[in-house]
């Protein structure tokens, strides 16, 4: 009897973890239709905290998170937040997704896909 109750406990407790991770989930895409993106980070931090043992959910998370950055104009983060995407959850949806936000900032000026700088030598005399 006591090992059942203690499955029981430790079932629900996954339960509630995994409410609580939706919930503030929600609550992060409905900040984000309100166009309020500091309660946006403040909800997907919620949900980074309570989902550490639940790794799927990080693409979700990171994409909202680039897209509220875009929306305050913090275009190199944002960028930085779809690379990170991209590079750690490659075959992912919200990779896909990633680079789509990427293409679209490079069409609008605001991101230039990353080149490795190149140091050319001067060609005219040196000035004495």
């Known amino acids: 009897m006591r090992a059942l109750i203690i499955i029981a406990l430790a ?5 509630c973890t995994r409410w609580s991770m939706d919930h503030h989930l929600n609550n992060a895409y ?3 239709d ?5 309660r946006v980070m403040l909800e997907l931090s919620q ?3 309570t989902s550490r043992a639940r790794p799927f959910i990080h693409p979700e998370v990171s994409l909202l998170r680039g897209q509220c950055l875009e929306r305050e104009k913090l275009y190199v983060d944002a960028a930085q937040t779809y690379e ?3 590079l750690n959850y490659p075959g992912n949806e919200y990779a896909y997704r990633a680079k789509a936000r990427l293409q679209t900032l490079e069409r609008l ?5 990353t080149e490795a700088a190149v140091a050319k030598p001067i ?3 040196p000035w004495r």
């Open 109 to 113: 000026g605001h991101y230039r896909s």
């Open 84 to 86: 990170y995407m991209i």
């Open 123 to 125: 060609s005219t005399a």
């Open 11 to 15: 079932l629900s407790a996954g339960g």
């Open 30 to 32: 409905r900040a984000y």
């Open 47 to 49: 949900v980074d905290r």
């Open 34 to 38: 309100r166009g309020d993106c500091q």
